[in-house]
């Protein structure tokens, strides 16, 4: 008896030690009493809590105070657990409780105390529930910006024309607007938005030239059976592929819908809005919304600086595809580089898997070539392969194109950089001063 009453005093001792360290404690002892009850833990549990000592945790006294019972749970569990309690006023504090065993590994005693006083549990969670959301805008904003460094750091695309392109395209993206990218089939549109615009996965390519109008306002808008692509909630930024062959009215529906509803649209085209509307195939309403956010990209014929990289690009991953090391000679290179790709990127693809494919030797030289990359250089690879020659080639093919698109020597020496001089003796020296 002496020693039951001075272990129980023991614990007293203990629970008035950790009362300086942790506010509100209470120490039950192995069988599940209460032994100790502190003066803060009456203070927050009103004066219930004072009755509590030598009761069993089991007790309907002691479930009437704490719900739920952290004593009672490392009872059972033997783990240190910390849950949150409320006294009858609602407010809500954390407690911890801790299991104590002796050198033989039995269960002594039970110490619970408050590990957090909360004097308003609904605002603490409502401020971790917004700090929770922040948290996971800023790890998506983060891998966005992530991929889209790596994508960037890729990129095919080292002309000035394409580092514009991405500038503002990231702008508009950044900040949610709309865009109009232009330029002939082929040259990198869908390339470059997905890039910019699919980081999060919830861009949707639509090709408005492969549907009927009919099918056309029933896939974007829907009808009573089923929705439409512009009313999923899976699809935050849309691509439009041919956007002006919608008619009219759906065009001037779309804009509508767009703005009422927070779209992102991307309308991509072969030509600019005022090529377009001179042409009537688009309405006032879709001009004057996308007619801010227009970019142009022109083919690949213009963009020298980025069709090595195409090549690269091409003869790298279709070695892969068809497990083989084939290779180019400088001479057969330059014909590639001197080429006028009609088809500009997709002409690039085909006919480097072509070469890949069915190439026999490890090295590809000029004579395996297609006529008509050759056609206008086999003389001077047979007869004279020096540096200065073969870069003239390359430069003649450069003229030859630029001259051919844009007819003057101003807006030739223009677009290539070089004075209208330098644009004149250029086009005399490789196509001849009667066309000039």
């Known amino acids: 008896m002496y020693a039951i009453s001075k272990q129980l005093e023991q614990y007293k001792y203990i629970g008035k030690v950790m009362e300086n360290i942790h506010p509100s404690v209470t120490v039950m ?14 203070d927050f549990f009103g004066a219930e809590a004072d009755s ?3 009761e069993n945790v089991c007790s309907p006294q002691v479930a009437k105070v704490f719900h739920p019972c952290v004593s009672q749970m490392v009872l059972e569990t033997r783990k240190k657990m910390t849950i949150t309690q409320k006294n009858s006023n609602g407010e809500t504090t954390f407690v911890t409780g801790i299991p104590i065993f002796d050198n033989y590994g039995e269960l002594e005693l039970i110490i619970c105390f408050s590990s957090w006083d909360i004097t308003n549990y609904e605002d603490l969670k409502t401020h971790f529930e917004q700090l929770k959301e922040e948290n996971e805008d800023l790890l998506r904003q983060i891998s966005r910006l992530t991929k889209e460094e790596a994508l ?26 709309p865009a109009f990218i232009y ?3 082929g040259c990198g549109k869908t390339y470059l938005c997905k890039i910019v615009y699919g980081q999060s996965g919830i861009l949707y390519e639509y090709n408005c030239d492969l549907v009927s109008p009919e099918n056309i306002a029933l896939d974007l808008f829907g009808n ?5 692509i512009l009313d999923s909630k899976g699809y935050h930024t ?16 779309l804009i509508d819908h767009v703005k009422q509803n927070h779209l992102v649209i991307i309308g991509a085209a072969p030509k600019s809005l005022d090529a377009l509307k001179k042409e009537r195939k688009v309405s006032d309403e879709l001009y004057y919304f996308f007619k801010s956010y227009q970019v142009e990209i022109l083919s690949i014929n213009e963009r020298p600086e980025d069709l090595q990289g195409f090549l690269d690009y091409y003869i790298q991953t279709f070695n892969a595809k068809y497990q083989k090391n084939v290779s180019f000679s400088p001479r057969a290179m330059n014909c590639l580089l001197g080429y006028h790709y009609k088809d500009n990127i997709i002409g690039i693809r085909y006919i480097v898997e072509r070469l890949i494919l069915t190439a026999e030797k490890a090295m590809i030289d000029v004579y395996q070539l297609p006529k008509e ?6 003389e001077l690879f047979l007869q004279n392969e020096s540096l200065e020659n073969m870069m003239e080639l390359y430069e003649r093919g450069i ?3 630029a001259y051919e698109k844009y007819h003057t020597t101003i807006e030739v020496g223009k677009r290539l950089g070089i004075s209208q001089a330098t644009a004149a003796r250029k086009i005399a020296k490789y196509i001849g001063k009667k066309k000039m």
């Open 152 to 177: 960037t750091k890729n990129l095919i695309g080292k002309s000035r024309n394409i580092q514009d392109a991405m500038r503002l395209l990231q702008i508009f993206s950044k900040q949610d607007l």
């Open 52 to 54: 509590l000592v030598g």
């Open 373 to 378: 990359f050759t056609q206008y250089s086999d």
């Open 224 to 228: 009573n059976e089923k929705k439409g």
């Open 29 to 42: 002892d192995k069988n599940g009493t209460f032994v100790y009850i502190g003066t803060a833990c009456k």
């Open 238 to 253: 849309i691509l439009l592929y041919h956007i002006e062959l919608l008619p009219a009215p759906l065009q001037r529906r």
């Open 183 to 185: 330029g002939p089939v």
């Open 399 to 401: 003229i030859i194109r």
